[in-house]
């Protein structure tokens, strides 16, 4: 429009632009989480097995245990924990397929430990050879290797976060509390006050809040009096009353807290610190038991809830 302009005044040259404003940085997505890295030793598994486990074989197609089979006892009459040699198993619940079993991993074991129905259908999918154990067998290989029963309580609790984790992302209004109690019978309470130096309990008023989720575990509880509530986002996923424990994953796999422990009632337990848990799980296999056992049935009930 320059041309149109009939007065003596030159134009006047818009002035230069400011440099433009450096656009916002873009946020950068936070890498994905990594997966945990699994704390089962294969090795340490074969070993334990090839002491006192007997070799099967089962044909492709095979079902080698069935979904809420039931169990009595520490096993049931039959009832076996498997290790498999070579082939592969599936494992399916209601028909559909839950996991693949490999060369060198154990299954059946949650609900042989857990005296809880079998979770699942386990069937060969391919012809395969497995290393099997007994009640007796298990025990017999427990006290030559208890390190085992670290392993395995170490396998557990990573289990348990993951299912506590979806559990919270689920969100859902409400969950069955797992009622837990006597997972330590009196002679076993007996012996640990023992081992522990014969402690006086410490005790919390109800309503005081035990134990925080993500804070850094140094100790296990083992109830006395009492019932502490553990729960996720305020929800109550379990109650653990007298001869019951609780806290013992962040020493199994030193993490921080997977739940909130709140005293139900006026409540009293014993503390039982790392090197202790360690040092009963090693020498009294009859406590490595009954802790495989609580934690076995945790695993078992967050499935559960998972699958509600």
């Known amino acids: ?122 069937t060969a999918r391919k012809a395969c050879r497995v290393l099997s154990l007994d009640e007796k067998a298990f025990l017999n290989s427990l006290q030559q290797m208890p390190e085992f029963a670290l392993m395995l309580m170490s396998v557990m609790a990573q289990r348990l976060r993951r299912g506590l984790g979806r559990l919270a992302a689920a969100n859902k209004a409400s969950v069955e509390a797992l009622e837990h109690a006597n997972t330590l019978d009196r002679k076993m309470l007996a012996d640990l006050q023992q081992a522990l130096g014969d402690p006086t309990p410490a005790t919390a008023a109800a309503g005081k809040t035990v134990v925080t989720k993500g804070a850094i575990g140094a100790c296990m509880f083992v109830v006395t009096e009492g019932k502490i509530a553990i729960s996720v986002d305020d929800k109550v996923i379990e109650r653990v009353g007298p001869g019951g424990a609780f806290g013992e994953m962040a020493l199994v796999d030193r993490s921080g807290r997977s739940a909130t422990a709140t005293a139900e009632t006026d409540s009293a337990w014993l503390l039982v610190g790392r090197n202790e848990f360690i040092g009963m799980v090693k020498t009294r296999p009859a406590f490595g038991i009954a802790l495989m056992r609580s934690m076995a049935a945790r695993v078992l009930h967050i499935g559960k809830l998972l699958g509600s």
């Not at 074989?57 to 006892?73: C, P, Y």
């Open 1 to 122: 429009m320059d041309d149109l302009d009939f007065s003596n005044t030159p134009p006047v040259p818009a002035p230069a632009a400011a440099n433009p404003p450096a656009p916002a940085p873009v946020a950068a997505k936070p890498p994905p989480a990594p997966e945990p890295v699994s704390l089962y030793e294969p090795k340490l598994a074969l070993a334990f097995f090839k002491l006192a486990g007997s070799v099967e074989s089962f044909a492709a197609g095979t079902q080698i245990f069935a979904e809420n089979e039931k169990t009595s006892g520490f096993f049931s009459k039959g009832a076996r924990i498997y290790l498999l040699l070579d082939g592969d198993v599936t494992l399916t619940r209601g028909g559909k397929p839950l996991e693949l079993v490999l060369p060198g991993e154990i299954f059946g074991e949650m609900a042989a430990i857990a005296e809880m129905p079998r979770s699942a259908t386990a």
